[in-house]
């Protein structure tokens, strides 16, 4: 079992930033494929970026990308998402998923572990 622990959630202006950790505990996440979703009230999660087990390989969905980066540090058992040029838009619920193997997907219901999530809001 994988346990996580988002936190780095808050309220920011528009153009801001804000850095989203979460830590791991009960196993080693260097085995685990990681991402990111993030969710709206009456909405489906929405993936918003993905990292490999070994932290080579990135991807994001189309809204975020160029302005947020995923990373990990598997040594400290935690996976980062640093959010630049935030938007009013980006106001959601921010999930932490893992899920073992090689592929990265996309889907939520592939992932077999989640956070309880951290709220974040962008002000206009």
């Known amino acids: 079992q994988v346990q996580l622990v988002e936190s780095g959630g808050g309220l920011v202006q528009a153009g801001g930033s804000l850095r989203l950790s979460c830590a791991a505990s009960?196993?080693?996440?260097?085995?685990?494929?990681m991402a990111w979703f993030r969710q709206t009230p009456g909405k489906e999660r929405e993936f918003v970026a993905g990292i490999s087990s070994s932290g080579g390989t990135t991807y994001y969905g189309d809204s975020v990308k160029g302005r947020f980066t995923i990373s990990r540090d598997n040594v400290k058992n935690t996976v980062y998402l640093q959010m630049d040029s935030l938007k009013p838009e980006d106001t959601a619920v921010y999930y932490c998923?893992?899920?073992?193997?090689?592929?990265?997907?996309?889907?939520?219901?592939?992932?077999?572990?989640w956070g309880q999530g951290t709220q974040v809001t962008v002000s206009s």
């Open positions: 009960g196993r080693t996440l260097s085995s685990y494929v």
């Open positions: 998923a893992a899920k073992g193997g090689l592929h990265t997907p996309r889907t939520e219901h592939e992932y077999d572990y």
